[in-house]
């Protein structure tokens, strides 16, 4: 059974940092692309960072130089160190696997993340 847990959500000041932590099971982790999507209220879910099974990142514009996307395959976990918060930050944030062979993904249920002025 695939699971993919997020952790790690919840209210902070402008400014301040979280980390988000995603723990995988029921998968190949260590093949997967792993990645943060969120979703902010009326709005569409939109990428927030990637990391390949190689270990290549991209961001979402919005959080270049602020967040950081982290991979530990031995434990099959990713996190997503977030600093310099803002209140547009301010939404549920998803885990994702992405199997790229089988063209397939597999979410996580989503943890809150609410940025304060």
């Known amino acids: 059974q695939v699971q993919l847990v997020e952790s790690g959500g919840g209210l902070v000041q402008a400014g301040g940092s979280l980390r988000l932590s995603c723990a995988a099971s029921?998968?190949?982790?260590?093949?997967?692309?792993m990645g943060w999507y969120r979703q902010a209220p009326g709005k569409q879910r939109e990428l927030v960072a990637r990391i390949t099974s190689s270990g290549s990142r991209n961001y979402a514009d919005s959080v270049k130089g602020r967040f950081t996307i982290v991979r530990d395959n031995a434990n099959k976990r990713v996190y997503l160190q977030m600093n310099s918060l803002k209140p547009e930050d301010t939404a549920v944030y998803y885990c994702?696997?992405?199997?790229?062979?089988?063209?397939?993904?597999?979410w996580g249920q989503g943890t809150q993340v609410t940025v304060s002025s």
């Open positions: 029921g998968i190949a982790f260590s093949i997967a692309t």
């Open positions: 994702n696997a992405y199997f790229e062979v089988l063209s397939r993904d597999y």
